[in-house]
C-alpha cells in the first residue's frame, strides 16, 4: 500500500529535476529511533527547463503509517530550495549530521531525541559485509540503484567509538567492492561504516 504521496502527481518524493530530466532519488533509511524511521525525501522537484533545477530535499520520519509520515524540519526554510542532509552519526547519545541553510551554510545539526550509545542507524540492503564472523579477511561490497552515488569514506570502529581503520575512497559509482585484512583486530564486535553523500551505510561484524 502507499505509505505517503510526498509530491501530488507523477513526479514522485523519490525523484528530482536535473537541468533536462528527472532522476531517481534513492530511499535510504539513515538511522531509526524507536519505531520512527528517518529518510531524505524530496517534496518539490521543479520543471526541467535548461535552466537551474529546484529540489527541496529534506529530513523525514515515518512510523510506517500515512498520518506518521512527515517531514522533520525545513532547515533551508524554503519550499522550492532543500537543505541535503548527509553523514548521519550517531555519538554521545545523539544523532549528528550536516545539512545547508542560506544563513549558516552547510553546519553540523543534531537530532534533539536521545539515542542508546550504541549505533541506532540501521544495517542498509546496498552494504553487504562477509564472512561475519570473520578470523582475517573482510569483504566489503556496496551497490546502490543511485549510478551517480557519491562514495566518501570506509572505516572500521568498535563499540565505544574507536577507529581502527580509515579509508577515504571519494568515488563517484554505484558499485565498490573492498577486501580489508582484520587479522591484527582483536576479537569482538566492530561496526564497518560507509559514507555515502545521502548518509551512513552501517554492518555490525564479529571478529572471532
Do not use: C
Given at each position: 500500500?502507499?505509505v505517503?504521496e510526498?509530491?501530488?502527481?507523477?513526479?514522485?518524493?523519490?525523484?528530482?529535476?536535473?537541468t533536462?530530466d528527472y532522476?531517481?532519488?534513492?530511499?535510504?533509511?539513515?538511522?531509526n529511533i524507536g519505531?520512527?524511521?528517518?529518510?531524505?525525501a524530496n517534496?518539490?522537484a521543479?520543471?526541467?527547463n535548461g535552466?537551474?533545477?529546484?529540489?527541496?530535499?529534506?529530513?523525514w520520519?515515518?512510523?510506517?503509517?500515512?498520518?506518521g509520515?512527515?517531514?522533520?524540519?525545513?532547515?533551508?526554510?524554503?519550499t522550492?530550495?532543500?537543505?541535503?542532509p548527509?553523514?548521519?552519526?550517531?555519538?554521545?547519545g545523539?544523532i549528528?549530521?550536516t545539512?545547508t541553510?542560506?544563513?549558516?551554510?552547510?553546519?553540523l545539526?543534531?537530532?534533539d531525541?536521545?539515542?542508546?550509545?550504541g549505533?541506532?542507524?540501521?544495517?542498509?540492503s546496498?552494504?553487504?559485509?562477509?564472512?561475519?564472523?570473520?578470523?582475517g579477511?573482510?569483504t566489503?561490497?556496496?551497490?546502490?540503484?543511485?549510478e551517480?552515488?557519491?562514495?566518501?569514506?570506509?572505516?572500521?570502529?568498535?563499540?565505544?567509538?574507536?577507529?581502527y581503520?580509515?579509508?577515504?575512497?571519494?568515488?563517484?559509482s554505484?558499485?565498490?567492492n573492498q577486501?580489508l585484512d582484520?587479522k591484527?583486530?582483536?576479537?569482538?564486535?566492530?561496526?564497518?561504516?560507509?559514507t555515502t553523500d545521502t548518509?551512513?551505510?552501517?554492518?555490525?561484524?564479529?571478529?572471532?
Open positions: 500500500m502507499l505517503k510526498i509530491i501530488n502527481g507523477t513526479i514522485g518524493g523519490f525523484q528530482t529535476a536535473s533536462y532522476y531517481d532519488y534513492p530511499f535510504n533509511i539513515v538511522f519505531n520512527t524511521i528517518y529518510f531524505v517534496d518539490y521543479s520543471v526541467p535552466n537551474t533545477p529546484n529540489n527541496n530535499i529534506e529530513l520520519k515515518s512510523d510506517g503509517s500515512s498520518g509520515t512527515s517531514k522533520v524540519m525545513d532547515i533551508q526554510p524554503s522550492t530550495a532543500g537543505s541535503y548527509s553523514y548521519f552519526t550517531n555519538a554521545i545523539k549528528f549530521f545539512a541553510n542560506n544563513s549558516y551554510g552547510r553546519e545539526w543534531t537530532i531525541v536521545p539515542v542508546s550509545d549505533p541506532e542507524l540501521i544495517s542498509n546496498e552494504l553487504k559485509v562477509f564472512p561475519n564472523p570473520s578470523t579477511e573482510l566489503v561490497k556496496f551497490q546502490s540503484s543511485n551517480y552515488q557519491q562514495i566518501q569514506t570506509l572505516s572500521i570502529e568498535d563499540t565505544r567509538g574507536r577507529e581503520y580509515h579509508r577515504d575512497i571519494k568515488l563517484t554505484n558499485y565498490y577486501t582484520i591484527d583486530l582483536a576479537p569482538g564486535i566492530y561496526f564497518v561504516k560507509l548518509g551512513l551505510k552501517i554492518h555490525k561484524i564479529v571478529k572471532q
